[in-house]
């Protein structure tokens, strides 16, 4: 069964820093991972689907890459901002239609 | 820009009851997926449904799960005899196409069993 494990599980960063987020699975035979922000209490927005034949995807600040031999993505988030903060999620989609979610990586950007 | 809709908000319902989440999908997609997360835990996927049937579940979709597109727009979970355990917030998901495409995520509904 598909494990995904996010490192850290928590990160205090002050505004205007770079900072990455790491996401890790332990089956490479995924057909893409996405990645998610969640604010408390709400829903699940997407940031950015990389499929398993690419290396990286970018919008905006927002930069992730996957290594699929590896099992391994990361999240770069470049001039952070207090707006970022919220709950990171990297989810990978196995064979059929299931998600696997980490448990997340919970981000605050200090003014 | 088009979104997944989910009501209730909040559900609060007693041990035993029976009760419906709805989920209304972005208008062209589809593929529809329901999720929870229990409070602290990761989002766990139930069920995938596309063409009016079931296309996967996982472990967790017992036989008291249940969902339907009844009118072809609403996406529908059904949980026939809630249990304290099911306290959770639940999410729907819709999709274009099926492999490879984005799931979008609806704001979710929080179900507490009494």
């Known amino acids: 069964k598909q494990e995904v494990t996010q490192i850290p599980a928590a990160l205090s960063v002050p505004e205007g820093e770079n900072l990455v987020l790491n996401c890790s699975f332990t089956d490479s035979a995924i057909y893409n991972l996405q990645w998610f922000r969640q604010d408390p209490g709400k829903g699940l927005t997407s940031l950015l689907l990389?499929?398993?034949?690419?290396r990286e995807q970018t919008s905006g600040r927002l930069n992730a890459s996957l290594d699929k031999s590896s099992g391994r993505s990361t999240l770069y988030i470049a001039a952070s901002q207090p707006g970022d903060s919220a709950t990171y999620l990297c989810a990978v989609r196995v064979t059929g239609n299931q998600f696997y979610f980490g448990t997340g990586t919970s981000l605050t950007v200090i003014p | 820009e088009p979104e997944v809709t989910q009501t209730p908000s909040h559900q609060v319902t007693q041990m035993g009851q029976e009760v419906i989440l709805r989920c209304v999908p972005i208008s062209n997609h589809l593929y529809f997926y329901w999720y929870r997360q229990i409070l602290g835990q990761k989002v766990e996927f139930l069920v995938s449904f596309y063409n009016n049937e079931i296309s996967e579940k996982s472990e967790i979709f017992d036989d008291q799960f249940s969902v339907e597109r009844p009118d072809g727009s609403n996406f529908t979970l059904k949980i026939r005899s809630t249990k304290l355990e099911d306290s959770a917030m639940y999410f729907c998901a819709t999709g274009l196409a099926g492999l490879g495409n984005e799931q979008f995520f609806g704001p979710g509904t929080r179900l507490t069993v009494l």
């Open positions: 990389i499929q398993s034949s690419q």
